[in-house]
Each structure stands twice: as C-alpha cells, then as structure tokens.
C-alpha cells in the first residue's frame, strides 16, 4: 500500500464517519498537527499511534495495512508545488519572501551561525480570540543547528 | 534615495558603531523584527521611529534622507529568490513544502474558508532554553479572514 | 466527492439541462462570478446556496454529494497555469504586467502601505454597451488592508 | 534618453517638488493611471500632455528631451516579473488564479468566443468607503474583441 | 463531450475515410487555417459549418455532440508547450526571437504605438513555387490596434 | 565593438538625425526588415550595404567600427525573454500556441514531412487599408526543408 | 493508430523476437540511426522501408498500422526533457554548453554567418578501437545554410 | 585575471591583428577546435601552448597574465544559456531532442550499460564540399565508459 | 516489461517477503548501494546477480521477466526531481550548493583540470557511531578524469 | 566589507603569493575544505583561525576587515546555479538524480525517519592512489537527525 493510497483510505473513512480531525487525533493520543501530517503522507506515526488510527477509523479488512503504512518514512512533498497558488498556503511563501531576511540576522544574532533544524522541530496552530476578528496563531519550534567546524 | 540605498547605508553604520539589531530596535521602541524587516526595506517605519533609527545610526548628512526612506511603502521582496538556497531560510520553504496541507485542513476545520492574513500580521523570534540544545521560537500571528460571499 | 468530480458533474448536468450560468445563479440567490467561481471549485458555498444549486441541476443519486461538497473550502488554483496561454486570460497577466507598478504607486499614494485583499474582496463581470463595439467592463473591490505595525 | 533614464527622472524631480502623482496628472490634464503608466514607461502620452508634465516637474536642460522620451512607444513590462513577489502586485495574480475560468465561462457566455482587450482598454483605481474598512475599488474596460472567422 | 474527445474523434475519422484537411475545409465551406484549428480544438465554427464539418466526416451517432462541441469557446492552447521542441513549431518561436525587436519597430514606426491584433486575425498558408526548391508562404493579417489614451 | 555597442551607436544617430528605419534601409538599398534586424544585432549585413548604412548615419570617427560590426555574424536573440512580456511582441507567440499545431498539419499535408526554414527566409510587413481599420500584414516565406532519409 | 502505440509495438516484437536494432536496420536497407529514429517517433520512413520493418517485425493483425504509422510525419521530441537527467544523453548537453561557442566561431570562420541544418542532416554512431579503452565516434553531417539576405 | 578578462584581450588582440582562430591554433600547435575553447575560457592550454598563444597575440604587459590565465582550471559553462535561443547553437540542443533516445538505443546495443565521455573526449569540424551545397562535418569522439558495478 | 513494473514487483515482493535490502544485497553478492539502485531501476545488474535476487524475491511467473529487466541498461532519473523536496535528498543539493566551489578547487589544486567520474565510481553508506548521537558516512569514490587536450 | 569583496581579496592575495589552500588552511590550523568554504564565502571561521588566514595572506590594511568578514555568519549560496552547468560540480547532481533515492532506501533501512545533517556535518577529499588512474575519494559525514514526534 503506497502512502496515497493510504491518505486516500484515511480521506474516505473521516468523511464517512464525519470525523474530525481533532477527533482522529484524540484517539492517537498525539498532537493535531504531527497526527494530520502523517495521515496526508509526510510524517510515520510511531507503532502504538498507528494502531489507534487506524482502528479508530473503521477501515474494515484494510485497517492492517493502513496501520503498517502510517508507520513507514514517507517520501515527503512529492506533491508539493514549487510555489502553492492556493492563498492559504501561499502566505507562507509570502512571509518567507518578506521575512526571510530578517529571520536570518536576528537568529544570527542570537545564536551565531546555524540554522532552526526543520526536523527536531514541532509546530501548533492555535485561535487567538479578538474583538476586531479571531487571529491565527502559528508557533513553529525547532532545535538551533550550529554550523559545524572542522 | 531608494529603498537599496537606505539599506547600505543603515548596515553600514550599524557596523561602524557595533550596534545590535537589538539596539536599532530599542532605540526605535518597536519590535525586533518589525524594525529589522524596515531597515532591511520590507516594511515602512511610521514617522516617530523612523526619525529614531535615523538619530540613533548618526548617518551625518544622509540622516533625513534614510528617515524619509525609512517611511516610504517598498516594493517588497524584489530581491528574494523564488527558492532561497540559504540554508537557514530555505528550511522555511521546506516546513511549508511539509506541513503547507496540515496547516490548511487544520485552519479550515478551526475556521472555514479563509487564509491567515500576511498583512495583519506579526511575527516573534525567541530562544527557548533546553538542556538539549536551545530552540529556536518563532510565532506568526495573523488575523483570519474569511473568504467573501457576495 | 472531490471537487474535481463536482464540477464535472455540475458542467455535465449544466450541459444536459441547457442552463446558463444566469440561470444557476438565479437559483443560487447569488451574483454569478462567486456561483460559478464555487461551481468550478474555486469557492465554497454557504449551505443554503449550494442546496439550491445542486437541486436545481437534477443530480439525481449524485444530489448530495454535490451539496456537500460545494461547501467545503476548496485547495484553489491547483489547475490554474503559473501563466496561462489562453488568451482571454492571458489578458489579465498582461494587464498585471503593464499596469502593476502603477496601481502600486497609486493605491499606496491613495492609502499608504497595504494592499487591496484578494479575500474581503467581490468581482464583477458587465456588458458596456458603445457603438463602436460593447466592451467588457469587470469591477474588482477588495478591502484595503494597512501593514501592520508592531 | 532611454525610457528608464526618462523614469529616473520624473521619480527624482517628483520626489524633489513633493509632488503627488494626482499633482502630475492633473497637470497632463489625463487620468492618473495612464500618466502615470506613461511615466512608469509603460505607456505613451501625447505631445500635448507630455509637455506639460516635462513642464510641470522642471527638469532644466532635460526638459526636452524626458518631452521626447515620453512620447515613444515604449517596449512594456521589460522589468516586470513572470510573478511578482510584492504583495500588492501579487494579489492580481492570485485573483487571475482563482477568478480567471468564471470570468472565461461568464464572458464567453455573454458575448461569445473573444476577449476583453487589454489595447483598447482603461482601469481606474477608487476609493470606496466603507465602515468596516475603507476598500479599493478598480474598474478595467476593455472592448470585447470577438474572434475572427475566415 | 469535452474538445479533446471531439479532436480525437474528427482525426480517427478524418484517418478512416482517408480525408485531407482541404477536403474537410471545402466541405466546411471556410479557409484550411480556420477550420483545422477549429478542429483542432483551438477556435470556435459558426453553426453551418460545424453541421457541414461533422455531417462531412460520417460520426454515426456522435455527429450531433461533434457538431456542437465545434461551436463551443474553448479554452485554447491548454496543450501547447512553453517552447516547443517540435522542429518545425520551434522555427516560429525562432522567429520570433531574432525578429521580434525588428517587427516591433516598424510597426510602431509605421503606425504608432500599438499591436497587431491576434484575435481580428487571419493567417494563410501557401505553397511557392521556386526553382532552387519551393517555399512555404505564411501571411498573417491582424487589425491594428492603437493602445487607447485616457 | 560588440554588436551592443554599434546599436547603441546606431539608435543615437538615427534619434540625433531624426531618420526613419525607411530611410536607412533606402540608403541601404536593402529591405526594412533585414536593414533593421542588422542594426539590432540579429543579422549580418553584406559590406556595401554595411558601408552605406555606417556612412549614411555620419558616426564620425567610429563610422569604420560600425561598418565592420554590421558584417559580422552575431550571435542571435542573447537579448531575447523566453516569452516575451511586451504585448506587440507577446501575440506572436501566442500565435504560435494558437495556430501552431495548425500550420503543422497543413504544412505536413502539402509538402511532407519537414519543416519551413528560419535561415532561407524572408520576412515583410506591410499595411493594409481597411475601412474597419487597418491590418497590419506580415509575410514569412521560408524554403521548404524535407528531412532527410537515410 | 499513435506515434506512441507504434513504437511501443515495435519494441514489444523487438524484444518478443530478440531482434537487434541491426536486424531491424538491415531489414529496412537504411542506415540504424534512420531507422531506429523513425521506431521510436522520431522521423518518417518512405514506404518501402516501412513495408519491410513491419514484415521483419511479424506484427499479425497490426503489420498494416504500422506500416502506416511508421511513414506519417511525426511531432517531434514531444517527451524529449527539456535538460535530460540521464547521464549518456546529458552529455550531450554538456558537450554543447562547453563547446557550443567554440563551434559557432569555428563555422562562421570557415562558412560565414549561417547554420548547419539538423533537418538536412544525418548522423553516424562507430566503435573506434582503442588500446586504452574503446571509444565512441559519432559524426553528425548537415548542410551549411547561409543566412537570407533581402 | 579572471577568464573573462583574458578572453576580452584574446578576443580584442584577435581583431586587431585581424588573426583567424586558425592562424591562432597553428601558434599554438594544437587542434584549433582545443585551443578557441580554451580562449574562450572553457578549458586549460598546456604551459607550452599557452606561452606561444599569448606570445603571438601581442598583448604587451598583460602578455604573462593571459599566459597564467589560459592555464588555469576553467569554471566552464558559466555563461552558457540552459537552452540557447541562437540558431547554430540551438540547432545542437535540436539534434539531442530529437535523436537522444536513438543515440541511447545504438551505444547501448554496441557497448552495453554506460556513457560516452563528454572529458576524455574530443572534437573536429570540417568542411565537406558538395554540389549542392557544402556541408558542416562534426566529429565526436569520447572514451566509452562502462558502469561501474560494486 | 519496463524497468518501473520491474522496480514495482521488487518492492512488492520485498514488502510480502518482509525481506530488507541487506537480505536483497547479502543474495545478490554485490553491495548494497549497488543491488537497491538496479532494483529501482538506475543500475544494471550483472547476469549471475540479477537471477540470485530474482530467484531470492520468489517472483513466481514472473521471475524471469525480472531477471532480464534487472539487467538492462536503465533510462536513468527519469523520475528525479530537478530539485528534490523531500528533506533527506534535498540535502544532498544543500550540500552540493554550499560546498561544490570548494570541492572543485580542492580537486583542481590535487589533479588539475578534469573531474571526479560519476559513471567510474561507487558509493558507501555507514552508521559511524558517535555518543553525541550516531552519524551517517557516505563515502563516493569516482575516478579522476583528465580533461583531454588535442 | 562584503563576503564577496572578502572572497576576493582573499583570492588576489592568494594568486600574489603563490600560496595554496594547503598553505592557508595549515595557516589556519583547520581543514582543508572548512577553511576553503569560509574564504569562498560560504563558512564562518573561528575568530582564532581567522586572524591566522588574513595575517598568512598578508592584507596590509583590510587585514583586520578581511578577518571580521572571515567570521559572520555568511548568506550561502547566493551565487550557486539552481543545477550547475561545471561538469566537475555537475557530477554531484548527477549522483543525487541516480543514487538518490537509493541513499534515501538505505538510510531509512539503517536508521528510521530522518536525515543526514547537512548543518552538523563534515567533508573531506582525498587522492586514492590505483593503478588503473588516481581516484577521487570524497567523505561526508553528518550526524543523523530523527524527525520529531509530537
């Protein structure tokens, strides 16, 4: 079972069983984020949360297989476009440009040379209430790599 | 004078004087990344700031004129790469190359239709102390907007 | 249902049915661009609108599924051409081309630094009529949005 | 002079007499988008108009020549990017992404096979005001050139 | 029936009943260009042709949705390459590269500025005879459109 | 001199003169197109043509330079977009996307398989007067090449 | 019958008969490079030839279309990557970034300003026996094309 | 000296000696396709080469940098264009689309898995006189190299 | 059968078999990088290898298929990315960005002009074990070529 | 000073004295390809090894300049092509295209999802002395770094 196949079984169950992705998370017992990256096919599960997913959703004589191919090192962003056109997505690109720069010397700054490791890195999306409209809140956390010297 | 111009001159004084992005921002009694973001001629200071990072570099005779530059709206990211090969910044392309979808079904089952805006929007670069190696922090906070009916 | 399937179901039954956009419109109770921007999967319908819209078309067994999944917040653009070579739309690429920087410098000398949202935002399509040949005349109006500042 | 020299110079001596472009409009005695296009490069004014805007900025002994020098035909969107990263500029593009096929399906609908003219064409910029938040309102008026059939 | 299904259909029968492009454009009653680039799926035919063009190729019971996907708008050049690699195709974009600029002067020398249309167009084919081997005529014939000043 | 530099040299004496491309190619005894196309930098002229031309624009003391310059073989379209963004330009390859596929069947059908040279060629451009507005006429004729079989 | 279904018939009974691309080529009494071009879409072989390579195939009941597929003129280098990734093909590319230059002075030098033809053309593949390792020769011969003057 | 200084004195010392690449090539006593790839800064001369190269040219005191600078390690293809839009060049890139896989196909049948190499590698152009019209010879010769299997 | 279903049917039958690609290698007698390239279709296996690893998966019917697709010579990265988007990969583009000048001048300094051959070469991959955290020891070992001088 | 300008002294210096990278990176007390890296731009030395490299190369007065620069934290890769057209550094693209997915294979075999660390990583190259041509022995080493789980 390759990992789109996958996604698309784990797709067709949370419709059919109107579940949420807070729910399916829930059940694994993990964060929303990391839980919703593996069922799209960019993060493997560990064995334990696999098995509740998998379970929880309900895929009859395809659970087993679903459950082994949440667990597999994915190929990641093979689906992913240079630069997105869906605006959602879009804005990140869109900050980067802005605000990669100064990301960079103030990290430097701070740190040195080195970079926020993308890998030992974990990130939550939250809603920030405020009376002139609800805000999105975005907290990405990741090691400080130190360039090596040798 | 442009925008191009401004910014030489600005990093220019900032390392004949050895002062600190932190510094800059003091003196303009903004936000670290807001300040650098200007000075790097991404955004527009308001007045009172721009004068102060103007005043606070000692930029002699090109003071007013990196003081008006420093207020003027940029034509944003000119300069960035479609891609940045900079380590430290592309790790950003690839959060969103890997996490783009996740952050979308997530907004949308938090939120409906809508992007988290770019525009009103903040961004925050803290250290996080760990016994295993300090994080890097960085927050964005942008207000939702739903997509229009009409 | 994908929104790939819903809009094919939609243009197949629009095709079988004879109907203009007008009519679907018409049915909808909303202007045309936003209906056929949500028939084509661009937009999501509120819940009332795409009632009206999937049983105005006489979906049969299909009826549901295309209520439903006219309301669900689309991933846009995924068809859309970084430049498309259709000259209709072409046209707008070129205008983007030719008039950008000057309705940058005007909306910024207008409204200081910002831009017009592309989400608060609706679009019109009408017939002008001159007797020297009809001309097309679109209507945008997005919010302006300040940067802002922290 | 080359059309770029002509630009440089108009910003300057724009820039030198804190003049506005509606200033400079309105001494052309044309609209501020065309003016403004024209001394962008991105247009040609007539003689008349290109006159009284060389007049209009005293550019000294250049006077004649950025008089000439707005007058050619120029060679358009050299500068502009396939996609602009400017957030401003961007937002057209990703209203051609998600709008342009309805405005193809509405446009073919009320006129037949052809295209909105991007040459025989104008757009006006406004300010539309509104309590929830000022917006920018932009009209483009093209004549509907149908296909030619031979 | 979507374009591509009747393209494939007019060129399996145009092989079946062993027809030449000029056989089926006699029969159309209009030029070869016009009519093989209908067919193609990149132009629209008025009514009495699209019946003529269908009726001519003997399409059984697909003769009425060819007749009116014939009619139909399309949205050209869905399938044509940025560049093509095609030899013969790619001479055109040759052309193009080293004879552009020249073209843009002396259309702008002899007319001013503004474009030669691509939609009030036509364009003829032609054999030439020569001695020294024969040559292929091209004739492209657009109105000219002056960029309209306002 | 690069050919660069002879058509700067050449575009400043024929502003400074205030010669028409008519009247160069005259002094040439050559057509427009190839005349115009060598004072771009895209053709090679034969050397009388070559020192009539140098001679008729009074270039003083670089007038050998150009006459030399204009005869050598340049190297072709370093200057030239991909896809060109200016609108003259731009409709000759939004024929080809348009019409090429089209010209391919119909060259194909009467001549074989091979292509229409861009080397063996001609091109003119002609006004055409027209009630309705003039057409501007561009004729390519190039020799016909068979592949050869061996 | 496609180019496409063609060839991968040929390669099917190529294989299904363990025919070289020898066999194939003496077959058809033309040169291998000819032939084994025309097998895989590349080119039109006259009749005869196409008679003989469908026989030596032994295709059963689809000799006949293949026979006819073999003599149509065929869009070439449609699957052809713009930059091949594969290491024997790139080199060719290769070879002309480093080289292409020093060709182009070497022709002019010797031809004037022109081309050599790859549409009058052929080209030769030969083992050269080598104590130090075999090499590979390929000759590629094209008639000089002279630039039109006119 | 960088290589792009040495090859602007090569290419000026070139003209006004009005000396041929062959008159060069013979200086230097090697292949002139060798020694115009090396002036043109694509490869290194021997010392001994070099010396003559520089010696013939004439180049005053910057005799002995040109000599250094022909010597040195190349980086090649620096300005090389991905796909160049000059037609002699563009002809080569032609050739590998067109006959790539067939070239693949024949080494492969002759020498089994591997490439020809494009360093242990050499070229030759010659002219081949013709009646009806002489012909452009280019010989490639390349050691095979066979995969190494581990 | 193509070199995909051949890579498809390896990696089922691994997958069923649980075998890993040391099982597959240990079988095959050659190393690891070796046997998984010519498994996914980039490498050719030599005959005795190619039946050990066929044999080993225990394929059925189609055993033999694969024992002769496994020894073809492979279309190489037809399937690569230009530049990939998976993290671990994309890596080893990072490190060829930041390093590959520094890599050609130390190789230069040691060899002279040429390059280290990616056809003549193998490939190591190694856990280094390491207290702060295991490492991974890729060594490539590529013999030098001279480039030919002529 | 700019990394580039500091690239550039350092290389001037560099030629002047006849010295080597073994010569400056002894200076320096570091390795080879580290201390290469940071002179080319693309490291930052240690503050002691810098002193050490700008005082070998004797500066005279950007000595102190030079040995600042040496240790900021560098903008890498501005200048590297997206795919490098240098046959010695196109080898390594060629490598990740062919043994990328291999390599990815048996890392994720060995060690579970993760990476190689391109940050906390070292390089070294070295002669391999064989009797059939010297080869090129090139080492990377970069602790493994597990993606987070959350």
């Given at each position: 079972m390759t990992k789109l196949e996958?996604?698309?079984l784990v797709l067709a169950a949370k419709f059919a069983r109107q579940a949420s992705w807070a729910d399916i998370s829930a059940a694994a017992g993990m964060s929303d984020v990391?839980?919703?990256s593996a069922c799209l096919g960019q993060n493997a599960l560990?064995?334990?949360a696999a098995?509740?997913?998998a379970a929880?959703?309900?895929l009859g004589n395809r659970t087993k297989d679903v459950e082994i191919a949440l667990q597999l090192p994915p190929k990641k962003a093979q689906e992913a476009e240079t630069v997105s056109k869906d605006p959602l997505i879009y804005r990140f690109f869109e900050i980067t440009y802005v605000y990669g720069d100064t990301i960079k010397e103030l990290i430097h700054e701070e740190f040195g040379d080195g970079i926020m490791s993308a890998i030992d890195f974990d990130l939550k999306i939250e809603r920030e209430e405020n009376p002139k409209g609800d805000r999105v809140k975005i907290t990405m956390c990741g090691k400080f790599l130190p360039y090596n010297q040798w």
């Open positions: 996958m996604t698309e990391f839980v919703v560990p064995a334990e098995a509740k997913v929880f959703l309900g």
